[in-house]
């Protein structure tokens, strides 16, 4: 006979997704593909060799990263002066696209590797960023149609209120504190 309180039943764990089930994984086989890479690189010819290739490396990343933050800045203070000016019609709008992708290649050529350089090369070809960039795009549309309500997606989702004809309704919200006179109602938002 027991007669000493239950064991209370906790909720089952969520499940841990893929990515951070693999990502460790995934990060510990490029570590050592580049480590490899690095040393047939330096038993075909030598370490001198090794050094420069690093080297160069490192510089042309931190070239890629300076110019595209100083792209990156002069369309914000282009997009800037045409706000203040009160001219912003969508095709006067400066074309950032790409600066991210640029900055990242630089990034990923810095990095001391053979395949992080690789890959960081592919990344400042403009055909590969358009096709990075439309697919990022894509994925995150899709992943904000999938959030489900209470996680930052689904809050996002909410923010965005659009008519049935597709527009999007701004408003704002007023609250009432105790002792305010009464406000007339405002008029609706028309387009």
Do not use: C
């Amino acid at each position: 006979m027991t007669t000493g309180a239950q064991t209370p039943r906790y909720p089952a764990r969520p499940r841990r997704s893929r990515l951070r089930t693999f990502l460790p994984l995934g990060i510990a086989a490029w570590l050592v593909l580049e480590i490899w890479l690095l040393t047939m690189i330096a038993g075909a010819s030598s370490g001198l060799v090794v050094f420069l290739v690093l080297v160069a490396g490192f510089v042309l990343g931190a070239v890629v990263i300076k110019r595209a933050g100083r792209r990156a800045f002069r369309n914000l203070s282009e997009a800037l002066q045409q706000q203040q000016s009160g001219v912003m019609p969508e095709a006067a709008r400066p074309n950032s696209e790409g600066n991210g992708l640029m900055m990242l290649g630089g990034l990923l050529l810095m990095i001391p590797g053979v395949v992080s350089d690789a890959v960081g090369l592919l990344l400042l070809l403009p055909p590969v960023q358009k096709a990075v960039s439309r697919s990022a795009e894509r994925t995150f549309e899709r992943k904000l149609r999938e959030a489900d309500p209470g996680t930052l997606g689904g809050a996002f989702q909410q923010a965005r209120m659009h008519r049935p004809d597709g527009k999007v309704v701004q408003g704002e919200v007023i609250r009432d504190e105790p002792g305010d006179a009464p406000r007339e109602p405002r008029p609706p938002l028309t387009h």
